[in-house]
Structure formats: structure tokens, C-alpha cells
């Protein structure tokens, strides 16, 4: 499924810097990133570590404000949002998969799953509704009590899929979302990002370093020394 | 983020660390329990000073020689019961007028022996102090005039030297010389620590020459409503320092000994309530220190948190609400054992403890008020955490 002609791109970047203070000294995590990644696109970011991917991630992702250069998320320059227009943005429009899954440990799948509609101000009963639906979406409609220390690798993440889901977000982000699984619990996970990109037309966008995980996007972008190196669709 | 939401988040929390939670709720709990305590015993000692003070009867006033007031010295008395014949006449009503001189004596009944407090003084007592007899009668004129050996004793005194025996017409011995007593008074209680039940009442001429004094020690006034108290005091002064000239003589009335002894007791009470404050005050510095704690510890949790659209007021509405909690619980809890503690302390123990509304209203206000205050800096370092370095954190 494409999206329409008329939806905004999902990210537009324009010569993003972004640098840091470490110990007096300035370091250049991004040195002038000019990308565009338009609604419903499945993108990988490679790069070796330290390359800025991670910062990379950071910034589409409205956790961090790029130094210098124009960043457009769904079309809003989140240079002109505030701290709390910023969270909303995050909160609507983007959905996170980290590495190490980040649940909360003594919550049940189902409320973690409903966490960011908690921040939305959803009522209790909707939110249960829809964290019901998100986790039988990722094949876990039977889970829905159990805590994370309850669950295998696999399923932790896929509960963490969920939670980014339930708020039908435009973009998942996912930062290295296979890098605590098994190869086969990766590739489910990898199958049920791939099916909601194609089936729901939700852009995902994933950093790796596994070349058979960035196999699996239709669009390849090489991070090395904070620059894009390579665009390869 | 809704109100319950962020309540609900909080007790959680407060769950999760149940021993922790208890241990610095204990700070605020010992705290809030001290203040209740000492404004309940500060509050009952005020009450009961003030109903001794009812209880001596109404509209007196007391003439004593020199100034009265807090820090004030002693003064050598130079009343004598010429002076007292002077203020007779300035009241108009010579009944209405009494003197007292008193001293620490032994008073012996076979081998019994009690050391009872010796009052000369005449038979005007029970027409200005609340004194009723048991048995027998009062001091008369002419046991005044005649100088008379008789003595009405305490009630204690009299149940200590005869126990069971009635003790009127029989003889007791003062200093060698012999009394015969005529009247027992009924049991009155202890006024600012004076046994009245431990005196014993004899002819203010008998006393003076049995102590060897010409002085005595004080003049006391029964005006005849409230409204008189204050002509009624000025003149007499007046006419005491116009027979005196160049000393100065006091008359203090219930109304100032109140207002007094009350201002005495309610620094008293400030004191000790500042000093309980001060342990909840240290309450207030755990509950902020263990904020702090879970804050660090809970770094990763608040990182994702503001990932999934937490903004900072939601982060600092639930680490508030954490420690409003904890110190509100807190003050509840010391003030449930603060009041049972109190109703104990007066229920078994002399001291007398009287529970005010204010105290626990006040008590509950300030461990409210603990929690912000020692909440808000934990609270904003939770909500201005930045989010990528809060998800790394270990």
C-alpha cells in the first residue's frame, strides 16, 4: 500500500548537526544530514558504531533537537515545538522499538502495551480494548497478564511491537530490534515489522548492524563518520 | 495524563518499595506524632491551670507588696494587718477582705506527724474563696481577736493525722504549742502546685505570734461582680501606696493571672512544638533523600516514559504525588498514634493532655506541605531527565 501523494513525508531532514560536549570537547556526532523518508517507507540505517546512526535515530525520533539544520517530522518543524509539543508529537505520530525492550518490569504485558495512551489520556476501559487488540496483533492474545520476567526474549519484544502500535502511530522506529534475539525470534519479529509496513502502510524505520536484517527494508541508508555515505533503494 | 492516572502510578510505586516507603514515612510519622503529643500535653496544662484558677472562686483580686511580673524579684512583704484595716476601709466592706501569712511547719498528732503548710489568716475566708467545709466551722472574729489556738485543717492533713478518727475538738501540736481543731475543709485540689488539701488555716494573730512575724503576706479582695475589679483594684493600690509613699504594691486579679500564666504556657508550647518541628523537619530531609534515590534508580523506566509522550508536568506530577503521599500517609498515621498516645498520657499519667482540632488539622496541613516542598527537587530532576541519556542509563 502507498500513501497518498499529498501526505507529508514522514521525516525531511536538511543539513542536521548535531554535536556534543564531552569534556570540554566538542564532538560532531552529525556532520550536515540532508534525508527524506517519505509515509509507508520501510528504511534500514547501517553504520559501524560511532558512525551517528543512534543520534540519527534520537533526532527523528523528537528525543533529541538537532544543533544546527531543519528537521520536519509528518511535515511540523520540531524546531518550533516545545518540550511538551514535542512529547505529544512523539506520543501520536511515532512508535519506539528498543534493543532491550524497555518494558516496565512489574507491569502486566497488557498495561504496558497501554502505557502511551496513559500520556494520550485515554479513559482505562479503551485503553484495555486496544492493548487487547495491539498484543493479539503481535500473536500474543494469550500473554496478556503475564510480567516481561514471565516471557521469553522473543515475546518481550513483540509485547514492546504492541505498545508501539496502540497509538497507530505514522513511523516505528526501531533501534537494533533483533540485537537481544535468538536468529529465529529475530526473524519473527522482523516478519511482523515487515507485515505492518506493508499491510497498515506504517513507515518503519530500523538501525542495524546486520547486514541480513537491513536485507529485509526496501531502502538502505550507510551512516559513517555523522554523514549518510550511501542511499541505496 | 490524568489526576488518578498519576495517583495510581504513585501508590504503585510506593508498593513496589514497601519497606522502603515505611522507613521514611517512619521520620514523618515520629515527626507529626511529637507535635500532637506536645500541643495536646501544652494545650491540657493551660486548661487545667485555668481551672484552678476558676476553682479559687470568682472576682478575687491579691494584693502583695512590690511589682508583679515575669523576671520580676521577690519583695520583702511590709503589709501588716494595719495595712489590711486600711484596705478594709478603702473597700467599704470589711468582709469582703482577707489576709493570709504563711509557713512550712510540722503538725503532730500523737506520733503521727505531717508537714503541712501553716496559714493565718481570718473568718473572711469563705466569703471571697471557693472553700467549703467537710465538717466542723470556720476560723470566726473572735478566734481572731482572742487570738485562739484553733486550727481548720486540708483534708489530707486532717485524713493523714486522725485517719479514721473525726478530728473535730480533738488537739494537735504546732511547733509545741497546742491547737484544738474546729473544721475540716473539703477536698480542693492542688493550685500551680500549692496542696491546698495540705493546709492548714489558724487565726492570722495566733500565726503571727506562733512565727514571730508582724508582716503578713498578702491581702486578698472579693469584689462583688466583674465590673468592680478594676475600680475596685486602682483604689485599693491607691490607698496602700498613699499610706506607703515611695513603695509600690500589686493587685493581680484572675483575668491577668490568666492572661499570664497562659502566655507562659503558650511560649512553653511554641518550644516544644518548634522542636517536634524540628523532627519532622528531618522527616521531610529522608523523604527527599529517597526521592532522589528512586529517581536514579528508576533513570531507564522515566527515559521510556518520556519516549512514549510523557511530558515533563507528567513526570513531575507523579514523582510529586509519590512524596505528597508518602508524607501524607505519614502524617495520618502519626496522627492516629499522636492522638491515641495523648488520650493514653492524660488517661495514666498525671499530665493532662487535651486533643484541639487545630493541632491535627495543622498536623496533617504540614506533612501536605512537607511532601511538596521536599518533593519538588526529586520531582524536577525526574521531569527534566534527558530522555536518550535516561534510556541508556543502567
Not at chain 1, 500513501?3 to 564531552?22: M, V
Not at chain 2, 516514559?305 to 506530577?317: E, H, M, P, S
Request: with cysteine; aromatic share 4%; net charge neutral.
Amino acid at each position: 500500500m502507498t500513501a497518498p501523494a499529498t501526505a507529508p513525508p514522514a521525516f525531511e531532514g536538511e543539513n542536521l548537526r548535531r554535536s556534543y560536549q564531552a569534556d570540554g570537547v566538542a564532538v560532531e556526532a552529525l556532520r550536515g544530514v540532508d534525508l527524506c523518508i517519505e509515509s509507508g517507507e520501510f528504511v534500514a540505517i547501517i553504520g559501524p558504531s560511532g558512525s551517528g546512526k543512534s543520534t540519527l535515530m534520537h533526532l527523528l525520533g523528537c528525543l533529541d533537537r538537532p544543533t544546527s539544520g531543519t528537521l520536519r517530522v509528518g511535515g511540523v518543524d520540531v524546531a518550533t515545538l516545545s518540550e511538551a509539543g514535542l512529547a505529544e508529537l512523539r506520543n501520536e505520530t511515532i512508535g519506539f522499538v528498543f534493543q532491550s525492550f524497555h518494558l516496565l518490569p512489574r507491569t502486566s504485558a497488557l498495561d504496558n502495551v497501554a502505557l502511551p495512551l496513559v500520556y494520550r489520556g485515554v479513559g482505562a476501559a479503551e485503553r484495555r480494548t486496544r492493548a487487547r487488540a495491539a498484543l493479539t496483533a503481535v500473536g500474543l492474545g494469550h500473554r496478556l497478564t503475564h510480567r516481561p520476567a514471565q516471557m521469553s526474549g522473543g515475546e518481550q519484544q513483540r509485547v514492546a511491537i504492541a505498545r508501539a502500535l496502540v497509538g497507530d502511530p505514522k513511523v516505528v522506529l526501531a533501534d537494533e530490534p533483533t540485537g537481544n534475539l535468538d536468529t529465529r525470534n529475530g526473524a519473527e519479529v522482523m516478519d511482523i515489522l515487515a507485515g505492518l509496513n506493508a499491510d497498515q502502510g506504517v513507515a518503519v524505520v530500523l538501525v542495524t548492524h546486520e547486514p541480513e536484517v537491513a536485507a529485509r527494508a526496501s531502502r538502505r541508508i550507510h551512516v559513517r563518520d555523522g554523514r549518510i555515505e550511501q542511499d541505496a533503494r | 495524563m490524568r489526576a488518578r492516572e498519576a495517583f495510581l502510578m504513585a501508590t504503585e510505586a510506593l508498593r513496589v518499595n514497601r519497606l522502603r516507603s515505611a522507613l521514611t514515612m517512619f521520620g514523618v510519622i515520629v515527626g507529626v506524632l511529637a507535635v500532637v503529643v506536645l500541643v495536646a500535653i501544652g494545650t491540657g496544662a493551660k486548661d487545667a491551670v485555668e481551672s484552678e484558677i476558676a476553682g479559687l472562686g470568682s472576682n478575687i483580686i491579691l494584693v502583695v507588696p512590690g511589682q508583679i511580673g515575669v523576671g520580676a524579684l521577690p519583695t520583702q512583704s511590709r503589709l501588716g494587718l494595719a495595712d489590711a484595716a486600711h484596705v478594709r476601709r478603702a473597700v467599704g466592706d470589711p468582709s469582703r477582705v482577707t489576709v493570709s501569712v504563711a509557713s512550712g511547719e510540722t503538725m503532730r498528732v500523737g506520733r503521727n506527724e505531717a508537714f503541712v503548710t501553716i496559714t493565718g489568716t481570718d473568718e473572711n475566708i469563705p466569703n471571697i474563696f471557693d472553700r467549703p467545709l467537710a465538717k466542723g466551722r470556720h476560723l470566726s472574729e473572735t478566734d481572731v481577736d482572742t487570738r485562739r489556738r484553733v486550727a481548720v485543717l486540708g483534708s489530707e492533713v486532717a485524713s493523714r493525722l486522725f485517719g479514721d478518727i473525726d478530728p473535730i475538738g480533738r488537739q494537735a501540736t504546732i511547733s509545741g504549742a497546742r491547737f484544738r481543731v474546729v473544721g475540716v475543709y473539703e477536698t480542693v485540689g492542688a493550685t500551680f502546685g500549692v496542696a491546698r488539701d495540705q493546709e492548714v488555716h489558724i487565726p492570722v494573730t495566733t500565726a503571727q505570734r506562733l512565727l514571730g512575724l508582724s508582716r503578713i503576706n498578702g491581702i486578698a479582695i472579693g469584689a462583688t461582680g466583674p465590673d468592680e475589679i478594676e475600680p475596685l483594684r486602682r483604689r485599693v493600690v491607691a490607698a496602700l501606696e498613699e499610706r506607703h509613699p515611695g513603695e509600690r504594691f500589686s493587685a493581680v486579679t484572675q483575668t491577668q493571672l490568666l492572661g499570664t500564666i497562659g502566655s507562659v504556657l503558650g511560649m512553653l508550647t511554641g518550644v516544644l512544638t518548634a522542636i517536634a518541628g524540628i523532627s519532622l523537619l528531618v522527616g521531610g530531609v529522608g523523604v527527599s533523600n529517597i526521592m532522589l534515590v528512586s529517581v536514579r534508580e528508576r533513570t531507564r523506566e522515566i527515559g521510556l516514559r518520556k519516549a512514549l509522550g510523557a511530558r515533563q508536568r507528567d513526570v513531575l506530577t507523579q514523582f510529586l504525588i509519590e512524596a505528597v503521599l508518602l508524607t501524607t500517609i505519614g502524617g495520618v498515621l502519626g496522627i492516629l498514634v499522636g492522638v491515641g498516645g495523648s488520650l493514653l498520657i492524660d488517661a495514666v499519667t498525671p499530665v493532662p493532655a487535651t486533643i484541639t482540632l487545630w493541632s491535627v488539622l495543622l498536623a496533617f496541613g504540614v506533612s501536605v506541605a512537607v511532601g511538596v516542598f521536599f518533593g519538588v527537587a526529586p520531582a524536577r530532576r525526574a521531569a527534566r531527565l534527558d530522555p536518550v541519556a535516561a534510556l541508556r542509563a543502567e
